[in-house]
């Protein structure tokens, strides 16, 4: 009777030990930067945007940069990414380097593109995510949330944001909004309720870049 | 259904309906009294009975922490009364070994001393020739006489001449004794020495020996159990209780500096975004582990050196082993001082790095951290590298405070459950009392709601010429016998 509670007590001891936090303390973060018509004047504040997660994030985080154009759902429109290392020291050299990288958006994106693929851009930022094996999972989308697509380009999938917060970032008027306020709300309702649907953890909006540290 | 037993006379029904209840409650009296009595009394008996219980057992905690106070009061004074003996050991085997050597010193001055004074007493004698010869020309009468007196003056020169050498002598043989006296002096002196130091460590042992008949007097009082010493010892440990928990305190503000001194450059080492536990992060436990390992080796370092008292195992190892586990013990703090001073170091880089990079981040040029020259930058550095070194060591003596805590602990917390346990007692006790007065209460409520019934009874009593028991008999006869307490 004893040698079985001995047994026992080493099973659970064995089990307890084992027992690590297998929970993700990680945090993956990406950026859709619209690049599309006149939405290309505000690349600038994404790139303040870019600082600020540069700045946040922390060792064993990742980031990536992504560019919305006619069609996005390409890993060639990523602009830059990475996965911060463990030691500080080395995440600091590679915030660095991805800070440069940054910088050049705006050379590539002059111009600006015909069409604005945002599902294409969700798509390819939710495969990204996903792979990262973060806990905790952003999309943030720096753009007037304006889909465009051509004739040729079909984005009728089910999307799959499975514990993916979404955040609309600078969501800007267009000159139709400002006609009637109505086309803004309900674009905006829009995207939510697709979010939403798509299984997305929460849908955010912040208009006010100077205050980003609501995004997490 | 409607509750009018009259329908459409609510009024009546309800005059019917308080008859029917005074008249079922006046039915009912005798038993519902009993049920109210058993209750009160089962409550008010339980409680009093718990209240019984606790205060039997705050006298038996009350017991078993005078033993305890008393027995580590006696743990106390037994070490003191060792250390005292230890002290008048080494006094002895010190001082008091070399007491022959001493005393053969003291009669070699003795002795000389004593010849010297000898010496001293010796005056030469006067010639006898010479004082006969005077007493002779003292005899001859003055006449006048030429040859007489051409006789007398060479006599006078001749004994001036004389008296001359004599002085000569005599002062010659003063210097003598003066040079022999002046030689008494450093004898003298060391002869003083001597006595002063026999007087001094005569005086430590008188010292010592007051300590131990005082500590011996206490030790007397506590095996005597007398009330005096026991409240004399628990005073004394509440007052090491504030004062050693009040250094423990000081003490966790240390460690938790030195936490946050080592917790970041930690993830340096064991990286940075892990997660064990919960949201502690790897850094942080690793950070955490150090400090609990340098408070540890403190710990052992504290008991090898026989400062405390709180791992009897480590405390009886024979000498050499103990010597050797405390240079181990050192050993592996200074190791890990080290390790906190690198860490230091570590933290300011990381610092400076980051510094850089959000001075890039927030518009200017990101540079790689520029390493400052002037020695005015490099003194927080120091400093923290100073502190890394220290800290560990401070730490080190928490085992001091530590073990007055625990013991001075048991004390107080003790005293502590007894107040609680009587404290609760006393609740007990009133709320049982309460109880009892409750159920007199309800009993006499209950006659005074069935009034007009026990009017009628008492009259048709008073009219048979039987005896009227009054209302208050109900609660006198509800009455508990005061079997408890």
Known sequence: MRRRWLIMLLLAAVGLSGCGDKKSHARAVYLLVDTSGTYAQELDRAEQVVNFLLGTLNPGDSLAVARVKSRSFTEKDIVAKATFAKDPLQANGQKRAFKERVSALKEKSKGGSAYTDITGGILQAAEFLNETGAGRKTILIFSDMQEELDAKTERNVNMNLTGIRVVALNVTKLATDNVDPKRYYGRLESWEKRVKSAGAAEWRMINDLEHLERMF | MSWQIVPGNSSLSMLLLAALALAFLYAARQPLHGVIHSLSRALSDGLRLGARWLARAAVRLKERNTLVLLAHGREE??????????????????????????????????????????????????????????????????????????????????????????????????????????????????????????????????????????????????????????????ASATVQFVISALVLVIAFGGAFVNFWLIARPMSAMVGGGEYIVGDLEASHIAALVIILVEATMGLFLMETLRFTHLFPRIHNLPDRMRRRMLWVAFSILFILAGVEVALAVMRDQIIAADIALKRGLGGGEIVAAVVETAWVNKIPVAGQMILGFILPFALAFIGIPLEYFIYSARTVLGGLLVLVVLSLGFVLRLTGNVTRHLGRALVMAYDAVIFLPLMIERAVLMLRGRPVASVSDAARLAKTPETLL
Request: with cysteine; charged share 30%; aromatic share 6%.
């Open chain 2, 77 to 234: 004074v037994t070490q003191a009364i060792e250390r005292e003996f230890q002290r008048v050991t080494v006094l002895v085997q010190r001082d008091l070994q070399g007491y022959p050597a001493l005393q053969r010193r003291l009669l070699d001055d003795i002795t000389r001393i004593e010849e010297d004074y000898r010496k001293c007493g010796e005056v030469p004698p006067p010639p006898p020739e010479w004082v006969k010869a005077v007493e002779a020309v003292a005899q001859i009468k003055h006449t006048g006489d030429g040859v007489a007196q051409k006789l007398l003056e060479v006599i006078s020169e001749s004994l001036e001449s004389i008296y001359e050498q004599v002085l000569g002598e005599y002062r010659r043989a003063y210097e003598e004794r003066h040079r022999i006296l002046d030689s008494f002096v450093p004898f003298g002196r060391s002869l003083n020495e001597t006595l002063l130091k026999v007087d001094r460590n005569i005086g430590g042992l008188q010292e010592s020996a007051a300590r131990i008949d005082a500590q011996m007097d206490r030790y007397e009082q506590i095996a005597a159990g007398s009330e005096r010493v026991e409240h004399s010892l628990t």
